[in-house]
């Protein structure tokens, strides 16, 4: 956070990226730097943005804890996402939360040429999960800032400074560069020599020392009246979902884990009815599961789920799409990758639900299994942390 503040505040730097792995405290890193900001600068204004509910409270009650502790005054705290209402404009100062879509739908009922008083005024914008910034939602409201609120600062928070991952020069892709150039090419990270970010989180119980097993089955029930190169995504994610085979393996190592280790454990599944199918088989073996997705989960639901796992009450979550980020449960220490990606962003989320560990406990272990084979090369964590360095000029003052 030293760092961070006195690059944006004394070299005339005026964007950087916040590259820390996940569970590292990418929140409240950003948090402390927020509130130092506020209490140095009377008039200042403070967006936060983040492109789900989950995340956008998530930082809303990090901020009040930060701001009790830290804060040397009274603060106006806005919340501009999901049903929140307050009027933008109105406000002068203060820290307000705000949801993508919504900023975005606010903005573009605006007319074309419209300003912003609210914009003028900001002096801090924080983007949590810089790496969706270049989707066309995002990147409009990451420009209108940039043009709109030349004041302000601008700080984007990642586990992965990337978008695409590129095996051999990962900074030559287009939407590397684009990424890199729209942050100005300035990064920061924790600075722990003689270890990796990763190594050191880990020796200190931050993280758990992950244990990477690939999951092998035999495929042969996929290619019935198929050839191997003739699937299409949502096709190969169809037969992934009902093979037979491949099912009975999952089946069978949270059998494993849960009977024989107790473990807690999130499955991510390849779609909607692959989450809901093995949810069912595992309750019909005695094994207390529970699905998640965006169709047939309520939020109500989806609270009373997540409350019981933590509880230990349920002991296997299996979701489609839901889990990657925003979730915080340090007990689970299974983690099963049963959908295919060849994206290293999604693969860093989806295995860091199970990475978060209890500094103040005994160490933590923890298993990913990743069925198939499509991504074994990212098995060593501290390699994909750094995939993306060459790309950034790392600050270090």
């Known amino acids: 956070s030293d760092k961070v ?18 569970g590292a405290g990418k929140t409240r890193t950003a948090m402390h730097i927020i509130a130092r900001h506020l209490m140095t600068k009377k008039n200042a204004l403070v967006l936060w ?33 999901n049903k929140n209402e307050f009027s933008l404009e109105s406000l002068e100062s203060g820290f307000v939360v705000g949801g993508l879509q919504k900023l975005h739908s606010y903005y573009s009922s605006q007319t ?10 900001l002096t801090l914008v924080i983007f949590d999960e810089a790496h969706r910034a270049l989707a066309n939602t995002y990147k409009e409201l990451v420009e209108r800032f940039i043009h709109s609120s030349p004041q302000a600062k601008l700080i984007w928070l990642t586990a992965t400074p990337g978008r695409v991952y590129k095996e051999d020069r990962p900074e030559l892709d287009p939407a590397n560069i684009a990424l890199a150039e729209m942050f100005e090419g300035n990064k920061i990270t924790m600075d722990v020599s003689p270890y990796s ?32 190169n003739d699937f299409d995504e949502n096709t190969l994610l169809g037969r992934l979902s009902a093979s037979n085979n491949r099912n009975s393996e999952i089946i069978r190592v949270v059998r ?26 595992l309750n019909c073996l005695g094994i207390k599961a529970a699905s998640l997705d965006s169709q047939y989960t309520s939020a109500q639901e989806k609270e009373r789920i997540l409350d019981n796992y933590k509880l230990g009450k349920i002991k296997v979550l299996v979701n489609c799409a839901m889990l990657t980020t925003g979730f915080d449960a340090p007990q689970t220490n299974v983690a099963i990758i049963a959908r295919p ?14 990475l978060r560990g209890k500094p103040d406990q005994t160490p933590k272990n923890a298993k990913i299994y990743t069925v198939l084979d499509e991504i074994s090369e990212f098995n060593n964590v501290n390699l994909a942390f750094k995939h993306w360095n060459d790309m950034w000029t790392e600050l270090k003052e």
């Not at 004394?10 to 792995?21: D, E, S, W, Y």
């Not at 009040?64 to 501009?80: C, I």
């Not at 119980?205 to 019935?224: N, R, V």
């Open 5 to 22: 503040y006195h690059s944006l505040e004394n070299t005339g730097k005026r964007r950087a990226v916040i590259h820390l792995p996940t």
């Open 49 to 81: 943005l983040a492109d789900s509910d989950i995340l956008c409270e998530q930082a809303a009650d990090e901020f009040e804890k930060a701001w009790s502790l830290l804060g040397n005054r009274d603060v106006l705290q806005g919340k501009f996402y």
């Open 112 to 121: 074309e040429n419209s300003s912003s008083t609210f914009d003028k005024r």
């Open 197 to 228: 970010p990763m190594e050191f989180l880990i020796k200190n119980s931050y993280l758990a020392q992950p244990e990477f097993i690939e999951l092998k089955y035999d495929d042969i029930d996929l290619y019935t009246d198929l050839k191997k």
């Open 256 to 281: 494993l884990e849960v009977q024989d280790n107790d473990a807690n454990i999130i499955v991510f599944a390849c779609d909607i009815a692959h989450a809901r199918n093995l949810a069912f088989s």
């Open 341 to 354: 990606t060849k994206s290293l962003v999604l693969y860093l989320q989806m295995i860091g639900r199970a």
